[in-house]
């Protein structure tokens, strides 16, 4: 599952960053795919769309950070 962890890591940011290009210079990357109708551009935003949901559902049990039990703090002297 780290395979499909780290994939679907990487297509979030891929999609992320599009969308930031959208926001501040309204362009798309699927452009260089034929635009946004074209097959393989369509393919890719299903891909980030499926890498978000994916890692929405699985995070808890997939991240370090999330997953490790907070430990209690030393009391102070």
Same mark, same amino acid.
């Given at each position: 599952?780290?395979?499909?962890?780290?994939? &679907?890591?990487?297509?979030?940011?891929?999609?992320?960053? +599009?969308?930031?290009?959208?926001?501040?210079? +309204?362009?798309?990357?699927?452009?260089?795919?034929?635009?946004?109708? &074209?097959?393989?551009?369509?393919?890719?935003?299903?891909?980030?769309?499926?890498? /978000?949901?994916?890692? /929405?559902v699985?995070?808890?049990?997939?991240?370090?950070?999330?997953s490790?039990? &907070?430990?209690? &703090?030393?009391?102070?002297?």
């Open positions: 599952m780290k395979t499909v962890h780290v994939i &679907a890591f990487i297509l979030l940011v891929i999609g992320g960053l +599009n969308w930031l290009l959208v926001g501040l210079f +309204n362009w798309d990357v699927g452009v260089l795919f034929g635009g946004q109708a &074209a097959v393989v551009s369509r393919i890719i935003y299903v891909l980030v769309g499926l890498s /978000a949901i994916w890692l /929405a699985s995070h808890n049990k997939d991240c370090k950070g999330c490790v039990p &907070a430990t209690p &703090a030393a009391p102070q002297a």
